[in-house]
């Protein structure tokens, strides 16, 4: 069975910096698509980054050049490093896995329905 737990979450003043981790069991991240997602409430889930069985990575415009998307293999996990964080950042951040897929594109891995597996969540709220 696939669990994802998120942390690294809390508050941050604009301008600071958070990694986020996802740690991944039941499946490997190294043979997974992975990505990290966000919502705020009232509006709908939106893509932030997402890395492919091949390493291959997709950031969203809003976020390109002020975020990282990482795997380790050896912990198993998918981390995010979030730099330069600005209000408009704040949200619930999630991570999910797609087991297996193999033929992708940037639109597909910042794609919610792409994906199988989800955590519960770690919120980052950033204040001004």
């Known amino acids: 069975q696939v669990q994802l737990v998120e942390s690294g979450g809390g508050s941050v003043q604009a301008g600071g910096s958070l990694r986020l981790s996802c740690a991944a069991s039941?499946?490997?991240?190294?043979?997974?698509?992975m990505g990290w997602f966000r919502q705020v409430p009232g509006k709908e889930r939106e893509g932030v980054a997402g890395?492919?069985?091949?390493?291959?990575?997709s950031y969203a415009d809003y976020v390109k050049g002020r975020f990282t998307i990482a795997r380790d293999y050896a912990q198993n996990t998918l981390y995010l490093e979030m730099n330069s964080l600005k209000p408009e950042d704040t949200a619930m951040y999630s991570c999910?896995?797609?087991?297996?897929?193999?033929?992708?594109?940037?639109?597909?891995?910042?794609?919610?329905?792409?994906?199988?597996?989800w955590g519960q969540g770690t919120q980052v709220p950033v204040s001004s």
């Open positions: 890395i492919a069985t091949n390493g291959h990575s």
């Open positions: 039941g499946y490997t991240v190294s043979n997974s698509c």
């Open positions: 999910a896995m797609r087991p297996g897929a193999r033929i992708v594109d940037d639109a597909w891995l910042l794609t919610s329905s792409k994906f199988a597996f």
